[in-house]
Structure formats: C-alpha cells, structure tokens
C-alpha cells in the first residue's frame, strides 16, 4: 500500500535523505536522484559527474520516460553548496561556476521533470536562501545562484508556466541547516532549522493542497530557540 | 587628449557598437570584448567560443593583467540574448543554459574584471530586464538569467562586496530596446528605447558619479512616444 510517491533530487545529501526516510516511514514511494546511491530509496537515478548540463538532463529524463506512465506526487530539489567569498576573490568565477551547477542547474533540471512527470495538483519545491532576499556581498556567486532559484519558482508558479493543472511551486528558504556539515564548520546557535521539521513541512505541503501556502512563494524557515516558523518573502 | 576610457563587455553587438561609438565621439578610449572585432574601438579583445566560463575568464583577464597600470572609468556589460519557452518547452534546458552562458557568464566576468580594473569612484554596468521585476513563465530560462543579474549588481555594490573605492554599481533594465534584430522580428511600436539614448544616459552616469542614480539601482529604461525616462525599480 502507498500513500503517494516523491521524487528527491539531491537525494543522498543530509536534507535529501532525511525527506527520503521520512516520507517511506508515511508510506510514500519513494525515487532519489543523485551522484550517490540513497539505499534507503525504493529507486534511484545516478548522476553523472562528467555530462554537462543539457546532458545531465536528458539522461535523467530519458530514464523516467523509460518508466511507463511514470509520475509523482511531489518533486524535491534540495541539492546545491555553498561558497563565500566577493567580485574580487581569487575563485570568484570558479565559486559561482560551481553555485551555478548544483544550485541552477539542479532546480532546472527538477523543474523541467515536474512539466512532465508531476501528478495534476502536485507539488514541485526548490531550494532558495533566505541571504539572497538582500544583496549578499560576502557571498555572491552563491546569493546569486539562489536569486535565480526564486525567480524560477515564481516562474513556474505563474500561469502558463508549465506545470500540470494545479501544481504548485513554492521554494524553501533556510537560513542555516542543521547538517552534520554546518556542525562540523559552525558554531551551532540555535537558530540552525532540523532536517526532519523540512521533511515534516515537505509532507504537510504535498499531502493537502490546501495546506501549502499559494503557489510562487517564498517560504521562509525561522528557527528560534529550536522552534521553526514558516513566513512568506 | 582622453576623456577617459571605458571597456565593453559584448562591445561589437548593436548596444555595444553604439557604445562605443558614442564614447569614442565624446574622446573616450574604448576597449571592445566580443567573439568578434568592433574596428571602431581603439582595441580589442576577442572571446572564444570554444571556451568554457572560467577559461574565457581567465584568458581576458591575462590580457588585462599584461597591460602595465591597465585601468578604466567604466565597464559595460551589454551581451546577452533573449529565448522564450516554459517549463515544458522541449528546448527548456537548452535555452536556458544560453541564457545563462550570454547573460549570466558575460556579467560575472565584467564583474569581476571591475574589481581588478576599474578607477576609484568608477562605473560598473550590466544589463538586467524590467521583466524580470515580476514573473516570467513565458521566458522562464530569460527571466532566470536576468533575475541573476539583478542580484549580482545589488550584492557588488554593497560594502565589500570587492568593488573598488566609491565605485558604482548599476543595472540597466530595458523593456525592448531598437535594434536592427528587434525591428526584423517584431512590430515597433513606439515604446522600444533608442540604441543612442541608452549610450548617452551611460556617457552622463559615468561623466560623473554624482549624476547616476545610487550604486545598487535597478533602472528600468521607460520609452513613450519615443521619449526614454528612467525609473529605479
């Protein structure tokens, strides 16, 4: 018996594999797309680190096709990275290559798979950042990145803008993750978001239409005190 | 006798061209960047299309580098180019990987090239679009691109953000400008902005820093009747 079915893209990351386990545990099918393995995923889809970006995509699309009568009830992408660093960094244009490649090219390649295999009133949710809604100096190649992820979802959400009837697009914007990655480069504060509050806010969203705030928006996560609220850019 | 000099980013396409031309008539010594030689500026750069977005950094970079004290008052980036589409649209990838590849690439490199060689108190300026203020579901991979650009003009001229000392930061964001190409493909009616009077609004930004508006502006590029006002976004 399933509850539904999702599809993770950057699903073996911390935030990709806790969605994965959480939404099994409801009962979902579910498929990870990643350079890795998600053994805990009913299925996967490998990336390739050596195809380019058009490549990348029809690779991925092409093995969906393969699956007859293929579709989700939701689309994740929850992969990306992060770089610091301003115009005149050494590696500026290295650091915003690479924001670009797993931050854009990820949400385009997860937004072109829910025009195509996202149920009627599905739900397609990329990954922005709460730093790109101001002007992000120390960090630019990677505010940038993420600017052009909220401008996709916005995008996508607009009619005409190629999801099946009555999807939604909405993006999730973190401040700061708790991942055992920021735990062992930062100070945790308190204010780091859980992965399994994201899960468990990716599950509410997906299982009601009506529980998702209006398609386009800009969700932001605030953790205070180890409780997160939601709030709309 | 100089009155300055300016770099073009995209300096042999229909905007570039007028650019350069115009400065030039002003006494400015102007530097072309394109794939191709605009004879009318007093040097070149040539790009190479075979080059992947760091290599074509670094090789105009190293050109820069050679030329002892090489420094500008402004630079201008003006590549670019347009594709509609949506999600589902079979080129979706394709397009907007062109997008980012005109717009995005050419605008970092011209960022980052401001940092190491614009004078104090000098002008940086890349090309955003007033149609990407708002949602672009039916020029996704455009409006993508050009949201980027936004951003990466707002975070340069925030402190630190690697610019040197009191210089600029500008977008320009036209509706539709008057080229030969736009005039080939699509009705002209009234509202597209003349190729001079963009140059000249440039010529008056960079004559003096007091005369542009703040560094960080979006400037939409409003034409009615074939009169041009800017408006800050």
């Not at 099918?29 to 350079?35: G, H, Q, R, V, W």
């Amino acid at each position: 018996m399933s509850s539904g079915s999702i599809l993770v893209y950057g699903g073996r990351g911390a935030l990709g594999s806790t969605i994965v386990t959480f939404f099994k545990e409801k009962g979902f099918k579910t498929l990870s797309i990643d350079f890795f393995e998600n053994e805990a995923a009913d299925d996967n889809i490998l990336l390739k680190s050596d195809l380019g970006f058009e490549a990348q995509a029809e690779a991925v699309k092409n093995v969906l096709d393969a699956k007859s009568g293929f579709k989700v009830d939701a689309i994740f992408c929850v992969a990306g990275g992060w770089a610091g660093g301003n115009l005149k960094t050494a590696t500026f244009i290295k650091d915003s290559h690479l924001m670009l490649q797993q931050s854009v090219w990820s949400s385009y390649i997860a937004a072109h798979l829910a025009s195509h295999f996202l149920n009627d009133n599905g739900l397609l949710v990329l990954t922005g950042a709460q730093a790109a809604l101001n002007p992000t100096p120390d960090m630019i190649g990677y505010g940038v990145a993420k600017a052009a992820v909220h401008q996709l979802v916005k995008s996508a959400a607009a009619p005409k803008g190629g999801l099946p009837e009555g999807a939604r697009s909405l993006a999730i914007l973190p401040v700061t993750l708790d991942t055992p990655m920021n735990r062992k480069y930062m100070t945790y504060n308190g204010t780091w978001t859980p992965l399994e509050e994201v899960a468990r806010l990716l599950f509410e969203w997906t299982s009601a239409p009506g529980a998702s705030p209006a398609s386009g928006s800009l969700v932001q996560l605030i953790t205070k005190d180890g409780n997160t609220e939601t709030k709309i850019a």
